[in-house]
């Protein structure tokens, strides 16, 4: 587990919204929960990954209509924690987020779990194709991404094969790229706030395709720990259920007594560890003065996913396999 220093920077403090503060258009997304089981979090997540899609191909099909030319790649990230990077749990959040017909190829950093998925019937994998690792994917084994249709799955890309995740967004042409639990860093809104800063003129091709997904589904597990040594969960959510993903709110959420979440923050980027602490640290004072020290233990950015009590595990078939 990561302890993450309590900060006392009001500066940073005035970025979170505290005690149910909405972000303007958000709509129902701030009534929207965090998933219960992993199969909800697999489904929360395909919704908001057809939401998107599927209102880009009506926008790219009325700019084709009035000029002619196609609107910029979508290229959308999902994160969803695991208990486990078995290849069998990875297939399985696959078809959980990526099936129904939206995606209809995936591209797996892990060859070992592209090997198991293509052995599944097309019924098995709920409609998803094609299934190939980075490698395959490149060589056009197994796939042929320039023709194919339907949104390109990226799985648990490596960030050290950025390069190859690249190369194949370029090879797919106008076909949305979703990036499923890829291991690089960005800040999940589509380059935005990477474009404006210095490192951003400098920045290589790479670099410049890391931070070009924009997040539309993110659950986070946090361990929170008070100065009396007891744990409380919480978590980092967001969801889009319309609207652009860049102007949906990471939703930050403790649980109560009663072990019911309640939101203590939103913010229209995504929260840093200073971030959490001062609205947790907020959070705790307004319920008890006494209460000032707090530890944040970060679950789903964990490379030891372990160490993190994962609120998924064992319900609806997260245990590890």
Known sequence: MIPVAASSSSSRRSLVVVAGGAAAGAGGEMELLPPVSRDDSFEQARVAIDAVVSK???????KRKSSGKSLAQLRVAVELPLASDAPSAVCAMVRGACGGGTVSTAVYGDPECATLAAGKTKAENDGIAEHVSLDDALRGDGCDLAVGTG???????????????????????????VGVNVEWEHAGDGGVSFRGTPAASTATPDETFANSFSVVYSYLPLAIQGIAGDTTEGAVFKCVRGGAPEGSPWRILVKDDGKEYQQVGAMRRRPGAEDLESALYNAAAAKSPVNKGIGVFRGLADKVKNSIPNPLDGLGGGGKR
Do not use: M, N, T, W
């Open 56 to 62: 880009r191909a009506k926008k790219s099909g009325k």
């Open 151 to 177: 949104a390109v799955a990226l799985v648990g890309v490596p960030d050290d094969e950025i390069g190859k995740a690249r190369r194949v967004a370029e090879l797919s042409g106008g076909r949305p790229i």
